[in-house]
Each structure stands twice: as structure tokens, then as C-alpha cells.
T-cell receptor, first 118, second 111 residues
Framework: GAVVSQHPSWVICKSGTSVKIECRSLDFQATTMFWYRQFPKQSLMLMATSNEGSKATYEQGVEKDKFLINHASLTLSTLTVTSAHPEDSSFYIC??????????????FGPGTRLTVL | DAKTTQPTSMDCAEGRAANLPCNHSTISGNEYVYWYRQIHSQGPQYIIHGLKNNETNEMASLIITEDRKSSTLILPHATLRDTAVYYCISSRRAGNEKLTFGTGTRLTIIP
């Protein structure tokens, strides 16, 4: 149980185009999902927190108009990188909150999406 | 969230127990210790978490000192597939809070 998937697993796009990344919780409902970014040889950095049915909360320095997040259902959140540029090339990873009353409250992560912008 | 410190890297022989230390001397009373690992080019994998008591699951054991200022993750019989970066994170409620990933410990299992 507690599987989080991402699609696509990798994508190459031209500069100036937009790319959408999907994050799904496959066997549980997630009221909260998170989007992280990881540059080569660096650790994960949180970009935004997404709650189902409400606007995402972005970390300082992350442009909300560039990284559009939609969490329209309890099992799906999407991240759209608009007008992508080479500096947006990175490994994008989502996570979903799993809450089991009295025992577990943690995040399970997806496998990541590698974005390369030419 | 309290800051954690971990060794940069460790080696362990295949089949032996891997003991990964973590210091969290400023942890507050309501913060848990979480462990994740990240195998190359994959998303982090949840391993285990605990508050005060030692914990064990099918993947690992977590030993937390009585003063809660440090902990040790134990992989009882390390295999080559355990080679990864291991992150120790303190958080009140990891499911509902941002997780601050440090640099972690790069564990290499030696055949």
C-alpha cells in the first residue's frame, strides 16, 4: 500500500514550452501533497504545499505564476512548469500525506520526474 | 524543525548490520525522528519514525537515546540494494509539514 506515482518519469522539452507533471496517490486519499525539486548533487527542496480544493502555498523564492499547482481531487495533484527554461531542468518529486489515526502521519514520495529543457 | 547532523558517508559490508547515527540535540518534545532513504535517481522512501521508544519494522530498527538527542538507524543485514543516501529528519507531523532534507549519509554497501 501507500503508492505514489508520477507521470511522466522523464520529459524533454524546448525552451518556452509548458510541461505538466502528474502526481497520483494510487491506493489512498491524500488531502495534502507536496512538490519538491532536486538539482544534481543537492538535496530535495520543497517548492509548494498543495491542499485539495484550495490554493497551493509556495515556498519563498518559488514563482507561483511559473509553477502552477492544481490539486483538484484527493488522488491527483499536477505541477505545470510554464514557459520552461534550461535553468528549470531538474528532478521534480511529489509526495502525498498518509495519515493513519493513532499511528502514522508521514509523506510518501513518488518516483520523480526528470525535466530537461533544451 | 530541529536541525539534524549526520556523517557524510559510511561503508558497510554486505550481510552485516549497518548503523547510521543522527544527532538532533535541539529536538523538541513533540518532534518525531523520521528516516528516509533515496536510491539514486528515485524519490525518497520512508523507512521508519519514532518519538521516544525504540521502533522496529520490516525494513529497519530505530534506537533513540533516552535524552532524545541522538538516534541510530539499524539495517540488520545490509544488502547491495541498501546503497543509498539516508536522511534523518525531525518533524512534529511529517505528513502535514514541509520536510527539511539535509545532506544525509551516503551509505555504500561493499560486496
Amino acid at each position: 500500500g501507500a503508492v505514489v506515482s508520477q507521470h511522466p518519469s522523464w520529459v524533454i522539452c524546448k525552451s518556452g514550452t509548458s510541461v505538466k507533471i502528474e502526481c497520483r496517490s494510487l491506493d489512498f486519499q491524500a488531502t495534502t501533497m507536496f512538490w519538491y525539486r532536486q538539482f544534481p548533487k543537492q538535496s530535495l527542496m520543497l517548492m509548494a504545499t498543495s491542499n485539495e480544493g484550495s490554493k497551493a502555498t509556495y515556498e519563498q523564492g518559488v514563482e507561483k505564476d511559473k509553477f502552477l499547482i492544481n490539486h483538484a481531487s484527493l488522488t491527483l495533484s499536477t505541477l505545470t512548469v510554464t514557459s520552461a527554461h534550461p535553468e528549470d531542468s531538474s528532478f521534480y518529486i511529489c509526495s502525498a500525506r498518509i495519515l493513519v489515526a493513532g499511528s502514522t502521519d508521514t509523506q510518501y514520495f513518488g518516483p520523480g520526474t526528470r525535466l530537461t529543457v533544451l | 524543525d530541529a536541525k539534524t547532523t549526520q556523517p557524510t558517508s559510511m561503508d558497510c559490508a554486505e550481510g552485516r548490520a549497518a548503523n547510521l547515527p543522527c544527532n538532533h540535540s535541539t529536538i523538541s518534545g513533540n518532534e518525531y525522528v523520521y528516516w528516509y532513504r533515496q536510491i539514486h535517481s528515485q524519490g525518497p522512501q520512508y523507512i521508519i519514525h519514532g518519538l521516544k521508544n525504540n521502533e522496529t519494522n520490516e525494513m529497519a530498527s530505530l534506537i533513540i537515546t533516552e535524552d532524545r538527542k541522538s538516534s541510530t538507524l539499524i539495517l540488520p543485514h545490509a544488502t547491495l540494494r541498501d546503497t543509498a543516501v539516508y536522511y534523518c529528519i525531525s518533524s512534529r507531523r511529517a505528513g502535514n509539514e514541509k520536510l527539511t532534507f539535509g545532506t544525509g549519509t551516503r551509505l555504500t554497501i561493499i560486496p
